[in-house]
C-alpha cells in the first residue's frame, strides 16, 4: 500500500522558517521524483520545487532562493525548508511522488500560514 504523508506545517511570522517533511512509503524511494506543490485558497495547485531521483533540483521563481527542497533516501523522506516566509506562501502544501512509469502519488496535504 502506497502512503505518502506530510507533516510540518503550522504558522509562522513574517521572516519566519518550517521546514516540511514527506515520507513516502510503499514504493522503492530511491527511484522516485519528488516534488512538492502548494494551493492557495481561490487559487491553482502550483509546483514549488523539485527533487529528481539522481538529486537535480529546480524551483519556481517565487521561491528560489528561500526555499530548498533536499531528499534522505535512507529515510524515505523529501524536506522542504522554507526561510524568509511572505504572508504569500500561505497555502496547503502537498507532497507528490513519481514512479518511473509517472504514475503519482499525492499526500493529504499540510496547512502554512504566514501571518503576524
Known amino acids: 500500500q502506497v502512503q505518502v504523508v506530510e507533516s510540518g506545517g503550522g504558522l509562522v511570522q513574517p521572516g519566519g522558517s518550517l521546514r516540511l517533511s514527506c515520507a513516502a512509503a510503499?514504493?522503492?524511494?530511491?527511484?522516485?521524483?519528488m516534488s512538492w506543490y502548494r494551493q492557495a485558497p481561490g487559487k491553482e495547485r502550483e509546483l514549488v520545487a523539485r527533487i529528481s531521483m539522481f538529486g537535480g533540483t529546480n524551483y519556481a521563481g517565487s521561491v528560489q532562493g528561500r526555499f530548498t527542497v533536499s531528499r534522505d533516501n535512507a529515510k524515505n523522506t523529501v524536506y522542504l525548508q522554507m526561510n524568509s516566509l511572505k504572508a504569500e506562501d500561505t497555502a496547503v502544501y502537498f507532497c507528490?511522488?513519481?514512479?518511473?512509469?509517472?504514475?503519482?502519488?499525492w499526500g493529504q496535504g499540510t496547512q502554512v500560514t504566514v501571518s503576524s
Open positions: 507528490n511522488a513519481r514512479d518511473p512509469f509517472s504514475t503519482t502519488y
Open positions: 510503499g514504493l522503492t524511494f530511491s527511484r522516485l521524483d
